[in-house]
Nanobody
Framework: QVQLVESGGDLVQAGHSLRLSCAAS???????IGWFRQAPGKEREGLAY????????YYRDSVKGRFTISRDNAGNTVYLEMNNLIPEDTAVYYC????????????????????WGQGTQVTVSS
């Protein structure tokens, strides 16, 4: 079965960087992998996604220029490089896999995603 395993979360000071990894396995193919986060008391929000076929990337406006999504050549591992972290970035970060995009929802919305990882905690102290 499809498994997604996130890693790389940590406690860091503001201004520092982190790189999260999402190792995907058990799939035959997929359309895109996205990164989301959820802070306590807040809704899950999409940060970025990357398409498998061509490596196209798209970002939430609030993280453009600070976060970078990338993947290895096989598309089995997807990364989220986060720079200049601020306390507001504190959240549980999840990766998710979309097998087919119907186009009804943006890929920054949780609905198109079929599989989710367990999450990794990122805490940014001021």
């Amino acid at each position: 079965q499809v498994q997604l395993v996130e890693s790389g979360g940590d406690l860091v000071q503001a201004g520092h960087s982190l790189r999260l990894s999402c190792a995907a396995s058990g799939f035959a193919n997929y359309y895109a992998i996205g990164w989301f986060r959820q802070a306590p008391g807040k809704e899950r929000e999409g940060l970025a996604y990357i398409r498998r076929v061509d490596g196209y990337t798209y970002y939430r406006d609030s993280v453009k220029g600070r976060f970078t999504i990338s993947r290895d050549n096989a598309g089995n591992t997807v990364y989220l490089e986060m720079n200049n972290l601020i306390p507001e970035d504190t959240a549980v970060y999840y990766c998710a896999l979309c097998t087919f995009n119907s186009g009804v929802y943006s890929l920054l919305h949780p609905n198109p995603y079929d599989y989710w990882g367990q999450g990794t905690q990122v805490t940014v102290s001021s």
